[in-house]
């Protein structure tokens, strides 16, 4: 009884703290400390140690790197352009215009490796493109709010990163997972939208109807030269990403090498393609992610302490004994920790929910017999649920202030049969493990 109670102050508190508006890093500290102090009083000289021994981890620089990479590409034109040139060579295609954003909200998301920026880039240019072109007000905005989550699923990312360093798994391995699941949940999306389109000019929208795609005729045209002009400016970023990719995939560079190079190439091909040379402007560039570095690793290091104190005061172990315990199987369990997952996103970024439940959940998977690295994949997945649900989604505020007008109603009508689709791509990975391990298992030296 006395363990059930330390565990139910110790998630409650800590959950009841999150959702109160509290920095993150300071509800995860503040409940680990008051729970030495209450339970396990001579571990306290200990805090200062593992909160130093926590940052001391190679790994770790790949999350200011892969930010540094991302902030140039985001601060500048980049994705207006990906989005021009998209809707260049995929205009022909039925429901193309809304496919060219779900498009580049996967590459913008393999380049800021951010839901939140990517919703916002490629939403300020798309979703009054969208309406002005037809598409319903649900439609725009549901399509934005799902498509930015690609960016904690696609390589890099930096939730990746989180979940590596939080349960010691290859954080190379856990790019790799992504882009399998990523790529079907891509094509899903863009499945559903040509259906739309289709449905609508078989059988026209009524009045009010929510998902529609009104066929305006438009008779806009572009040449070959026009389309192949449009890949000058954007063709360097993506090459950033393959050449990324092929580094983590082929061994030859750390996750924290790679995201090196890949800022110093941003910076440069921003300074070159955009001339961004201003001082101000890349120093501004630079303190912003500086600080967006800053707050993830203050909440990397508090979310460590909490598994400190949880490891300490034995309820990582009951948690999970626990769990193994519970008369559903391997697969009920595997549905239990899913809807746990999902109720967490709901209330907690994505970014807390990882590095606080994570290595809580890791006994559990590797007990039932489950890779690690797919259950990268599985965790992600339900977060990105979490980036375009009330209350906490932030994908959804993102899209709303680019689309004031429309009600939180629809922007939650419009985002549902995506959020069919992420439940969609849960179960192929949980049906065929390979999406997630096939590649992964392929690399070398990761």
Same mark, same amino acid.
């Given at each position: ?10 998630f409650?508190?800590?959950?009841? #703290?999150? %959702? ?28 200062p140690?593992?909160l130093?021994?926590s940052?001391?981890?190679f790994a770790?620089? @790949?999350?200011?790197?892969f930010?540094?990479?991302s902030a140039p590409?985001?601060?500048s ?16 295609i039925?429901?193309?215009? /809304?496919?060219?954003n &779900? ?13 939140p ?12 493109e ?7 007000a $649900?439609l ?14 696609i390589?890099?990312s ?7 360093? @939080? ?5 190379g ?6 882009i399998?699941p990523?790529? #079907?949940?891509?094509a899903?999306s863009?499945?559903?939208?040509s259906? =739309? ?8 929208a ?6 529609y %795609?009104e066929?305006? /005729?438009?008779?806009?045209s572009?040449s ?7 890949l000058?400016?954007? $063709? ?7 050449? !990324? ?5 082929g ?5 924290s090498?790679?995201g090196g190079v890949?800022?110093v190439?941003?910076? !440069? ?5 955009? +001339?961004?040379?201003?001082? @101000?402007k890349?120093?501004? %560039?630079?303190?912003?992610a500086l ?5 993830i690793?203050m909440i &990397?290091?508090?979310?460590l ?7 300490d005061?034995?309820?990582t172990?009951s948690?999970a004994?626990?769990i193994?315990?519970?008369?559903f199987?391997?697969?009920? %369990?595997?549905?239990m920790?899913? #809807?746990l997952?999902l109720v ?5 970024p994505p970014a807390a929910?990882i590095v ?5 959940l #890791?006994? =559990? ?7 690690p ?6 965790m992600?997945?339900n977060?990105?649920?979490?980036l =375009?649900?009330?209350p906490? /989604?932030l994908n959804l505020?993102?899209? +709303?202030?680019? $689309?004031?007008?429309v009600?939180?109603? +629809? =922007? ?11 439940? @969609? ?5 949980? !049906?065929?493990p390979e999406?997630a391990?096939w590649l992964?298992n392929?690399m070398?030296g990761?």
């Amino acid at each position: 009884m006395e363990q059930f109670f330390i565990n139910i102050f110790l998630f409650g508190g800590a959950l009841l #703290l999150l %959702i109160s508006g509290m920095p993150i890093w300071a509800g995860l500290a503040g409940i680990s400390v008051i729970a030495v102090l209450i339970f396990s009083p001579y571990i306290l000289q200990s805090i200062p140690y593992v909160l130093y021994s926590s940052l001391d981890n190679f790994a770790l620089l @790949a999350i200011p790197l892969f930010i540094m990479l991302s902030a140039p590409i985001a601060a500048s034109r980049a994705s207006k352009d990906l989005y021009e040139t998209l809707h260049k060579w995929m205009y022909k295609i039925p429901g193309g215009l /809304g496919i060219s954003n &779900m498009l580049a909200c996967g590459i913008f998301a393999a380049l800021s490796g951010s839901s939140p920026a990517t919703a916002a880039a490629i939403g300020g240019v798309g979703i009054p493109e969208m309406r002005k072109k037809g598409y319903s007000a $649900a439609l725009a905005t549901g399509l934005i709010a799902h498509a930015g989550t690609f960016g904690i699923l696609i390589p890099p990312s930096v939730t990746m990163i989180l979940y590596g360093v @939080a349960t010691e798994t290859s954080i190379g391995k856990c790019f790799i997972a992504g882009i399998l699941p990523g790529l #079907l949940e891509i094509a899903f999306s863009c499945v559903w939208v040509s259906g =739309v389109f289709f449905y609508r000019k078989k059988i026209p929208a009524k009045a009010g109807a929510i998902y529609y %795609i009104e066929d305006r /005729g438009e008779t806009e045209s572009f040449s070959w030269a026009d389309r192949f002009r449009s890949l000058g400016k954007v $063709a360097p970023f993506v090459a950033i990403i393959i050449g !990324i990719m092929l580094a983590l995939y082929g061994g030859w560079a750390t996750p924290s090498e790679a995201g090196g190079v890949g800022a110093v190439m941003a910076f !440069i091909l921003v300074i070159i393609i955009y +001339k961004v040379t201003n001082p @101000a402007k890349l120093w501004d %560039i630079i303190i912003k992610a500086l600080n967006e570095s800053a707050m993830i690793l203050m909440i &990397m290091a508090a979310a460590l302490i909490f598994g400190y104190v949880s490891s300490d005061l034995y309820v990582t172990q009951s948690l999970a004994e626990w769990i193994l315990g519970l008369p559903f199987g391997k697969w009920g %369990i595997i549905f239990m920790v899913n #809807l746990l997952l999902l109720v967490l996103g709901f209330f907690i970024p994505p970014a807390a929910v990882i590095v606080m439940v994570a290595p809580l959940l #890791l006994p =559990v998977i590797t007990g039932l017999g489950f890779d690690p690295v797919w259950f990268a994949v599985i965790m992600t997945v339900n977060l990105e649920i979490g980036l =375009v649900t009330p209350p906490v /989604g932030l994908n959804l505020y993102v899209v +709303k202030s680019i $689309a004031p007008d429309v009600p939180m109603s +629809k =922007v939650l009508m419009g985002v549902f049969p995506f959020l069919v689709i992420e439940v @969609a791509v849960i179960v192929c990975v949980c !049906i065929w493990p390979e999406l997630a391990t096939w590649l992964p298992n392929k690399m070398l030296g990761v």
